[in-house]
C-alpha cells in the first residue's frame, strides 16, 4: 500500500537550537497535512499543504510543500520547550477519499532547556 | 471550543472480555475515524465512516473488531474477545462535510491495556 515516510524518528536539541523534520513519497500527493502531538496527549491539526511548492509559516514553524509534490518539510526555528512533541505529516493521494489520510511515523522531538 | 468526546479514557481489562470505546463526534461533522496508535506500528486507520456509512474498515481485524454508528454523535468500537497484542491507544477523529482535504480532529483517545 501507499506509504509515507518520515524522517528522523527521533530528534534532541537544545533549546534554541533549530529543528526540521522530513515527509517522503514516492507517489505524487494531492495535499498533505501536519500534526503535533504532545506527550500523553492527541494529534492536533497543525496546517495543510496543497500547492506545489507552497510554503507556510505559523510563528517559527514553517512548512514546505516540494515542487513535484512528493515530499514536504517542518522547519522550527530557535526551538522551544513547548515544541516538545511528535509531529506527524498526514498524505492524501490522488484518487482518495477522506479517509485515505496516509500518516507517517512521525518524528519525536525532545528539547533540553 | 467543540470537542470530538471518547470514553472510558482509561480501560483495563483481561483478556477474553468484550471492550466498547464510544465517540461523540463534532456536532456537524459528518466523517468519523478510528485510529490505533502504538509504539511499533505509530497511527494506524481501522475504520471510519461518512453520513454514518461505513466506507472503509480494511484495517481492522474482522474476525473480533466491529464499527458502527447508531446515530450522527454517536460511534462505537467493539472488541471481541479482546487480546493482550490489542493493548494501545485508540483515537477517535471527526471531520466537516466537504473536500476530502478536510482537517480531523482527535479526541483524547482510550487507552486500553489488556492483561
Known amino acids: 500500500g501507499q506509504q509515507v515516510m518520515q524522517i528522523p524518528q527521533y530528534q534532541h536539541v537544545q533549546e534554541g537550537e533549530d529543528f526540521t523534520t522530513y515527509c517522503n513519497s514516492s507517489?505524487?500527493?494531492?495535499?498533505i497535512q501536519w500534526y503535533k502531538q504532545r506527550p500523553g496527549g492527541h494529534p492536533v491539526f497543525l496546517i495543510q499543504l496543497v500547492k506545489s511548492g507552497e510554503v507556510k509559516k505559523q510563528k517559527r514553524l514553517t512548512f514546505q510543500f516540494g515542487e513535484a509534490k512528493k515530499n514536504s518539510s517542518l522547519h522550527i526555528t530557535a526551538t522551544q520547550t513547548t515544541d516538545v512533541g511528535t509531529y506527524f505529516c498526514?498524505?492524501?493521494?490522488?484518487?482518495?477519499?477522506?479517509?485515505?489520510?496516509?500518516f507517517g511515523k512521525g518524528t519525536k522531538l525532545s528539547v533540553k532547556p | 471550543d467543540a470537542r470530538v468526546t471518547q470514553t472510558p479514557r482509561h480501560k483495563v481489562t483481561e483478556m477474553g472480555q468484550e471492550v466498547t470505546m464510544r465517540c461523540q463526534p463534532i456536532?456537524?461533522?459528518?466523517?468519523v475515524f478510528w485510529y490505533r496508535q502504538t509504539m511499533m506500528q505509530g497511527l494506524e486507520l481501522l475504520a471510519y465512516?461518512?453520513?454514518?456509512?461505513?466506507?472503509?474498515d480494511s484495517g481492522m481485524p474482522k474476525d473480533r473488531f466491529s464499527a458502527e454508528m447508531p446515530d450522527a454523535t454517536l460511534a462505537t468500537l467493539k472488541i471481541q474477545p479482546s487480546e493482550p497484542r490489542d493493548s494501545a491507544v485508540y483515537f477517535c477523529?471527526?471531520?466537516?462535510?466537504?473536500?476530502?482535504?478536510?482537517?480531523?480532529?482527535f479526541g483524547d483517545g482510550t487507552r486500553l491495556s489488556i492483561l
Open positions: 456536532l456537524g461533522h459528518n466523517t
Open positions: 507517489t505524487t500527493l494531492s495535499n
Open positions: 465512516f461518512r453520513n454514518r456509512a461505513p466506507l472503509d
Open positions: 498526514a498524505a492524501l493521494y490522488y484518487g482518495g477519499s477522506q479517509g485515505n489520510l496516509i
Open positions: 477523529a471527526s471531520g466537516k462535510p466537504g473536500t476530502a482535504n478536510q482537517p480531523q480532529h
